[in-house]
């Protein structure tokens, strides 16, 4: 197969697999998204689960976040890891969205990726999950993949964001990146993959990580 016949087949793969692609992060609106994939970094989506219920419980808008202190913040997000920076930029962007926003999420990239704590990356989720913009939002397993298929180096996100926007539709780009990771997480993780198990890779993949299966 060449290149576009392999992009080809892990379209049709991946819409086999998995026709819905539920947001894994529980949310109810654009604010409470934004805050859990805040939380999600260098944390799983299981545990952010675990955790935004009882944040939100106290507080679901940027209203009622700013009335807690950062160290109430910090003490139940805890478990999702690094909650000294993430308490105080949740806080800090909820004060900005009150004071610049009349306390709604911006629908726009720019001013997404302004706010504390929201990278690249948290600011594309948003976009394309709650506001239906085209996105492509590339976390470690969208990133791992793409290098194994040969559809990008590896060198770095941003150059993965880049050739995935490059070698799929433009249609396709706000599903298709949670196909990419739920494949990922199922069939094809970083450690202890087998390779009865990803099809993908065996059939397109790069030789040199094909040869790690043999």
Not at 66 to 71: D, M, P
Not at 165 to 181: G, T
């Amino acid at each position: 197969m060449n290149k576009s016949e392999k992009v080809q087949f892990v379209i049709n793969e991946l819409e086999r697999l998995y026709p819905e692609t539920p947001i894994p992060l529980d949310h109810k609106d654009p604010y409470t998204l934004l805050i859990a994939v805040l939380l999600s970094a260098q944390c799983t989506d299981e545990r952010v689960n675990k955790i935004t219920p009882i944040l939100f419980k106290k507080a679901d808008n940027p209203f009622h976040m700013v009335n807690l202190k950062v160290e109430e913040i910090k003490a139940i997000i805890r478990p999702c890891g690094l909650s000294p920076r993430k308490s105080k930029a949740i806080h800090e962007l909820s004060s900005i969205l009150i004071n610049k926003y009349d306390g709604k999420v911006p629908n726009n990239m720019d001013l997404l990726e302004e706010l504390p704590g929201v990278g690249h990356k948290t600011a594309s989720v948003v976009m394309s999950q709650v506001f239906g913009q085209p996105a492509f939002p590339v976390d470690t397993h969208i990133h791992r993949l793409m290098y194994r298929w040969g559809f990008s180096n590896g060198k770095n996100v941003v150059q993965t964001e880049k050739d995935a926007k490059r070698l799929f539709p433009k249609d396709l780009w706000n599903k298709l990146h949670l196909q990419i990771i739920f494949y990922g997480r199922e069939y094809s993780p970083a450690r202890g993959f087998k390779k009865e198990k990803d099809f993908l890779t065996i059939k397109i993949g790069r030789k040199s990580i094909i040869n790690q299966y043999i």
